[in-house]
């Protein structure tokens, strides 16, 4: 029994490092300020889900996506809490949530080419604006990440090198 409890708290304890990767590496300010994301809770918010898209494709055979989504939604319920929800309109608030989590990742899994993901984050990180050249930077991005988190998982989160942009933003 105690071994299971260590086994546990081992898990959490690796998914929390995970996480905290995630987040640091989907708040780098290249995202907000090169790329045009919205910095506030909607584009924070989109850009946690494309970069957890992009770890949970690559964690599936490692058997610990599961305990980095638990992770993500503790962090959600964390932040509405500090942004003062109250315990009765949470519960509402992680559905639609969950729901524009796993509607993000479902079309973001959907892409076939670079081109149809560029598409999907246009419709999410710029609420539908026009495929341009942020998105296809971070579609290029995506298939760069995808590849080193292969050789760095199941341990630890290594996306790569950031993205570069420089073109205009809308």
Do not use: C
Not at 36 to 65: P, Q, S, T
Not at 116 to 132: C, H, S, T
């Amino acid at each position: 029994m105690l071994n299971l409890l260590k086994k546990s708290a081992a898990r959490k304890q690796e998914a929390r490092l995970l996480y905290d990767t995630l987040v640091s590496r989907s708040r780098e300010p290249v995202f907000f300020s090169a790329f045009g994301v919205a910095d506030n809770i909607d584009g924070r918010f989109d850009m946690l889900v494309f970069h957890a898209w992009m770890a949970l494709a690559e964690l599936k055979g490692a058997g610990a996506a599961q305990g980095l989504i638990d992770t993500i939604f503790t962090g959600f319920d964390e932040a509405m809490r500090e942004q003062g929800a109250g315990d009765m309109g949470i519960g509402h608030k992680l559905k639609a949530m969950a729901n524009a989590f796993y509607g993000r990742i479902a079309a973001y899994d959907a892409a076939t080419s670079e081109d149809e993901l560029a598409a999907a984050l246009a419709r999410n990180l710029w609420r539908g604006a026009a495929v341009d050249q942020r998105a296809h930077a971070l579609a290029v991005y995506a298939t760069s990440a995808r590849a080193a988190l292969k050789q760095s998982l199941p341990g630890r989160l290594d996306f790569g090198p950031l993205p570069v942009f420089s073109g205009p933003t809308i």
